[in-house]
């Protein structure tokens, strides 16, 4: 399975997201937002924090957290750097 915010809120809370390509694309710009809008927005972060502790407690019982937070900081230098219009580099 892809992973996808949809996908792991499927698999630990048994609820399915709305992440229909309509929706995605829909005007996000013009306010104010539709009630579906809305709705996808508030469940992008809404379960950000209770998925963390679940797969945070994965990775610790794997003794894998230090390896995904290294990770995490790698990810996070190259968002900046592609912020900043730097050249695309291959880091594996």
Not at 25 to 45: C, F, G, H, R
Not at 53 to 71: H, K, T
Not at 72 to 80: E, Y
């Amino acid at each position: 399975d892809k992973v996808s915010l949809k996908n792991l809120v499927s698999k630990f809370f048994n609820i399915c997201l709305d992440k229909s390509l309509d929706l995605k694309l829909s005007e996000w710009s013009q306010l104010p937002l539709t009630e579906k809008q809305m709705s996808y927005a508030i469940n992008d972060v809404r379960f950000l924090h209770p998925l963390w502790s679940i797969l945070e407690r994965r990775l610790r019982e794997a003794d894998s957290l230090n390896f995904a937070l290294e990770c995490f900081r790698v990810v996070g230098t190259l968002a900046k750097a592609d912020a900043l219009g730097l050249p695309k580099l291959c880091v594996y």
